[in-house]
C-alpha cells in the first residue's frame, strides 16, 4: 500500500469525483462456492454505454493497485442500455472441468451476459475470494497502468487482506473493524460465500483512489450493499425443503434470482409509486427473520415473496403507522410488496439472516 502513494503522482487521472447517476457502477458482487463468481454492472444514466471501454481487475489478497497489471484485468464487452444490468460470469463451462477449472452451476450460467478470465494464466480477474479488492475504471485491461485510466468504482480496500485463520475465513465482515470477525455474537464475513446487493439509495460508484489508498478508509461492506447468503435450500412446488437421499441435508440451489435487474433511485421510474407508499421503510434490514415496516399509514397490505418467487406470507394491515412482520423463514433474499388503498404498490427488499 505504500507503493500506492508513488502511484498517485503517475496516475492523476485515477482521481475521480464524478457527479451522481453519471458513471456506471458494481451493483452486485457474487462470491459463491466454487468457481460461481459474478459481477453485476449498472448504467444509472439515460444513455447507453460502450463496456468495450472499461475493465475489471483485481487485486488480490492485499496487494496493492500500484502492482495493477495486464493479467489481473479484464475487458468487458457488449453494450450497456440506461437503467439496465450487464452481468459478468467467470468464464468456466467445461462440465468436464475440476478443481480449479470445476464449472460454473447452470443456474448462475443462464443469468450471465458475458462471460470472463477462462484462462487463469492469462486473465485472473474474475478468480475472486471474499479477501479481494475488485476496481471497475475506463481504459484498457492490456495497459491499467496508463496515465488515462479512470477509477469509476471499487469494492473492498487496497492493501487490505482480511483472513481470520481461526474461523477460517476469508472476507470482510458485518462488525467493527470490518477485516476481520471482531468476535461480537452478531459478526459475520459477508464478502466470502455470499452476494451483495448495492442498495437502491446508491447513486454512484466509489470513484476516488484517494480514498483507496487512504490509510483511514475503512471498507464497511454492508454501509452500501445488503449481503446474502450464496446458497438457499431447493424447495418443491408447495415450498416444502427438499433433502438429499440421508433425508436429512437439504438439497440447495444458489441464490442468485437477483443478478440481471437493479433497482436504483437512478431510474425515473424507481419512484413512480404514490408517495405515501414510497415513505414505507422496512427496519432492520438485514433481520433474522422479525422486521417492522414503518410510515405504513397507507398500507393496506403485505405480501412477502422468496428468492424463488414464492409467496410465504400476507399480513393486513390493521393499525397505523408500523407494521410488525414474523418471517419466521429460512436466511435470504425475500421482496416485500406493500399495496395501499388505492392499488398503488411498491417492493423493497429485505434480508434475513
Request: with cysteine; net charge negative.
Amino acid at each position: 500500500m505504500r507503493k500506492g502513494l508513488l502511484f498517485l503522482g503517475t496516475f492523476v487521472s485515477f482521481i475521480s469525483f464524478g457527479q451522481d447517476c453519471s458513471k456506471i457502477f458494481i451493483s452486485e458482487y457474487v462470491e459463491g462456492v466454487g468457481n460461481n463468481k459474478a459481477l453485476e454492472i449498472y448504467n444509472p444514466t439515460a444513455n447507453p454505454v460502450n463496456l468495450s471501454e472499461y475493465f475489471v481487475g483485481r487485486i488480490s489478497n492485499g496487494a496493492s493497485i500500484s502492482g495493477l497489471a495486464a493479467n489481473m484485468c479484464v475487458q468487458l464487452t457488449g453494450t450497456l442500455a440506461p437503467y439496465s444490468t450487464h452481468v459478468g460470469v467467470l468464464d468456466l463451462r467445461n462440465p468436464a472441468g475440476t478443481g480449479q477449472t470445476a464449472p460454473i452451476w447452470d443456474e448462475l450460467e443462464a443469468v450471465g451476459d458475458a462471460f470472463y478470465s477462462p484462462v487463469y494464466n492469462i486473465s485472473w480477474a474474475f478468480y475472486w475470494n471474499g479477501n479481494d479488492c475488485i476496481i471497475l475504471a475506463k481504459g484498457s485491461a492490456a495497459n491499467p497502468q496508463a496515465p488515462t485510466t479512470e477509477i469509476v468504482d471499487f469494492f473492498g480496500k487496497d492493501g487490505q487482506d482480511p483472513v481470520n485463520s481461526v474461523a477460517g475465513t476469508n472476507g470482510w465482515s458485518s462488525v467493527a473493524p470490518f477485516n476481520m470477525t471482531s468476535g461480537a455474537p452478531n459478526d459475520v464475513v459477508v464478502t466470502e460465500d455470499h452476494s451483495l446487493i448495492r442498495k437502491q439509495t446508491v447513486l454512484k460508484g466509489k470513484q476516488s483512489i484517494v480514498e483507496l489508498l487512504s490509510p483511514t478508509y475503512v471498507f464497511n461492506p454492508l454501509l452500501e450493499y445488503d449481503s446474502i447468503p450464496a446458497l438457499l435450500p431447493k424447495l418443491d412446488a408447495q415450498g416444502n425443503i427438499l433433502y438429499q437421499a440421508d433425508g436429512v441435508t437439504p438439497q440447495v440451489v444458489g441464490n442468485w434470482e437477483s443478478l440481471g435487474s437493479h433497482v436504483c433511485n437512478c431510474d425515473p421510474s424507481a419512484n413512480v409509486q404514490e408517495i405515501t407508499v414510497e415513505n414505507a421503510s422496512i427496519y432492520p434490514n438485514p433481520s433474522n427473520g422479525e422486521f417492522s415496516i414503518k410510515g405504513a399509514e397507507a398500507v393496506v397490505s403485505v405480501e412477502i415473496f422468496n428468492g424463488l418467487g414464492q409467496k410465504v406470507k400476507t399480513v393486513k394491515n390493521n393499525s397505523k403507522g408500523i407494521i410488525s412482520v414474523d418471517l419466521d423463514s429460512k436466511s435470504g433474499l425475500y421482496m416485500v410488496k406493500m399495496t395501499d388503498t388505492h392499488g398503488n404498490s411498491v417492493t423493497k427488499r429485505v434480508i434475513v439472516k
